[in-house]
């Protein structure tokens, strides 16, 4: 399998038009645009690729050619559900040729219709019945419509309409808070049906994969090295941008500081709903920062571009450091979880995860950490470890392991469409590492395929509190799978152990060539709705370091269900549930895992 392999999995990744944000395209390294008034006034310009076919080359009206202009007026976006009262400011977006007379059209949804203005137009418009709310939520040209038109959020059939005929017409199911709907284009540039579309949140960015070759990484796993994260933080000297779903650890925050002082450039960018409220420790976090001079933004709120700021990585002058873990103690500090990192040096990645960073980081819906602190409600952040803190043996050791190359994955601009891909190529062996899997997630479907055409697959799965009973039950369908359709896959979940309290990490495996890590759970929310950064990393050594990593903790404490143990899960289940035991061990002796309070499956 050649890790440099072009992909293309759909014939964009990202929207051809992000709802009706049309700019010039804001450029960055890997020939990417980036939606939105904010992100061009942080972002500065650097060469493009047109050839670049994981976004549409079409982002921009920068970009646009004579080839490209519609013969006719066209529907190319609709922005129905803004987080307005009563949708105020919702519109439509027209791609017309040049001297378009807009006089005699008009939209209708079949109840109402409005008439578009007298007037000659080219290129893209936005059309609303409330011009001025609309200016704020695009920055296309907008013409006010005439009449009434009203944007069904739970789904419409639209038509634009000349004296005597339909010229075009879309249809689109729910539209979600605050998304624009484009429609998509064929790679040769041919219009597809008007029903043809993608929701995208507004101002997202629309990014490809980015690719690098790498001459080696540091690989290392929690809470066996919990001294990577923090030397990359102390060894930076220009750049520091630190991105994460929670900021709870006064030691990293010291080194931020220190960091700062020294000189370097420092940011910090993270979540701010977390699933159970934010934890406590987080205002001291932003208070430490704040003393020290460091500049912190919190993303969030009703009509946020993310569900949720999810990932865990930073950015180091030229390198990048992403890890499966919070920035907590139980996290990247080594104190609980079972956690997959990777520290490498590439100018051209860390540029392009420095963009990423810089696009969030100046979003519409972002504000600073101070005026955060002031109005936000902490809750209690889980256990509180008596001094000294747990600690668990280094099995594994950090290494720095030569790489082949390496590839920047983002959610939801790329990572779900590139993973497929990855999983769908692959040969032999397939080694997937989840806290929980989703049962309707589109990985599980492409790992099950995988197994349907022998290769071998071992999924391991976490046993805390909070995703035990859906791991099981799902544990128990795909060995019911397995054993009806005689598939060379297995799962098993991680019993007690001493190396760690709890499996964190999102990791695979794929033909001991490929290794990937990053934060994305296997669950629609994470790939489709969330911010998040993963890296694929190829070649033999890097990969078998995570292999072995695997292998040791499934042949530690994990547990597995029988194959044709249909019944005797059942039955176990039910006892498991009169003993109050959180599982019970198949094959083995029962047993229980203490709780671990806190927790929650979107971390």
Request: charged letters at 25%; one cysteine or more; aromatic letters at 6%.
């Amino acid at each position: 399998m050649d890790p440099r392999r072009a992909v293309l999995v759909t014939a964009f990744v990202c929207p051809l038009v992000v709802g009706a944000a049309i700019l010039p395209a804001v450029p960055v390294t890997n020939g990417a645009a980036v939606d939105g008034e904010s992100a061009t006034r942080a972002l500065a310009p650097a060469a493009t690729n047109a050839t670049d076919l994981a976004c549409p080359p079409r982002a921009g009206e920068a970009n646009l050619t004579s080839a490209d202009t519609p013969d006719e007026p066209r529907i190319t976006g609709l922005y129905p559900n803004p987080t307005t009262d009563e949708n105020v400011g919702e519109f439509v977006v027209l791609e017309t040729p040049p001297a378009t007379r807009l006089g005699n059209l008009s939209l209708t949804d079949g109840h109402t219709t409005a008439r578009l203005p007298n007037e000659t137009v080219a290129g893209r418009i936005a059309l609303s019945m409330a011009p001025d709310v609309t200016a704020t939520l695009t920055d296309v040209p907008v013409r006010e419509l005439e009449g009434r038109l009203r944007l069904a959020a739970d789904g419409d059939d639209l038509r634009l309409r000349n004296a005597t005929a339909t010229v075009d017409s879309v249809s689109y199911d729910r539209a979600p808070t605050a998304e624009k709907w484009y429609r998509t284009t064929s790679i040769d540039g041919e219009a597809t049906r008007g029903s043809d579309g993608r929701w995208w949140p507004r101002d997202a960015t629309c990014l490809p994969v980015s690719t690098a070759a790498v001459d080696d990484a540091t690989a290392f796993v929690l809470p066996d090295g919990p001294e990577v994260p923090r030397e990359t933080i102390r060894n930076a000297d220009d750049r520091l941008l630190l991105a994460g779903y929670t900021v709870t650890s006064e030691a990293i925050a010291a080194d931020l500081v220190d960091a700062a002082d020294r000189g370097v450039e420092v940011a910090v960018l993270l979540e701010a709903s977390p699933v159970g409220g934010t934890p406590a420790a987080t205002g001291g976090v932003l208070e430490t920062l704040a003393d020290g001079g460091v500049e912190v933004r919190v993303i969030g709120g009703e009509d946020s571009r993310y569900r949720y700021h999810h990932p865990k990585y930073a950015v180091a002058d030229d390198h990048l450091l992403v890890t499966t873990e919070n920035w907590k103690p139980a996290g990247v500090g080594g104190e609980s979880s079972r956690g997959w990192g990777i520290r490498l040096e590439s100018e051209s990645l860390a540029a392009d995860l420095a963009t990423v960073f810089r696009a969030d980081f100046a979003g519409r819906d972002t504000t600073t950490g101070a005026a955060y602190r002031r109005n936000a409600s902490f809750t209690d952040d889980g256990p509180v470890y008596s001094s000294p803190a747990p600690e668990y043996p280094t099995n594994h050791e950090p290494a720095t392991i030569p790489v082949e190359s390496a590839e920047l994955l983002l959610a939801p601009d790329n990572a779900e469409g590139r993973l497929t891909a990855m999983l769908e190529n692959a040969d032999e062996e397939i080694l997937v590492l989840q806290p929980s899997i989703a049962d309707d997630v589109s990985l599980l479907e492409s790992t099950l395929a995988a197994a349907r055409r022998g290769v071998e697959v071992r999924v391991l799965l976490g046993s805390a509190e909070y995703n035990a009973e859906e791991n099981e039950a799902l544990a128990a369908d795909l060995e019911r799978i397995a054993d009806r359709e005689n598939l060379p896959l297995e799962v098993r979940l991680v019993g007690e152990t001493d190396r760690f309290e709890k499996l964190h990490a999102k990791g695979i495996v794929i033909d001991r060539e490929t290794a990937v890590v990053g934060s994305a759970n296997w669950n629609p929310n994470s790939l489709e709705n969330n911010r998040e950064v993963l890296v694929a990393l190829h070649g033999e050594a890097v990969a078998d370091y995570y292999a072995a990593v695997f292998e040791s903790d499934w042949a530690g404490d994990s547990w597995s269900f029988p194959i044709g143990a249909g019944v005797a899960v059942a039955v176990a289940l039910a006892v498991a549930a009169v003993v109050g035991r959180r599982y019970i061990r198949f094959g083995d002796e029962a047993s229980a895992d203490p709780v671990t309070p806190g927790s929650n499956d979107e971390n």
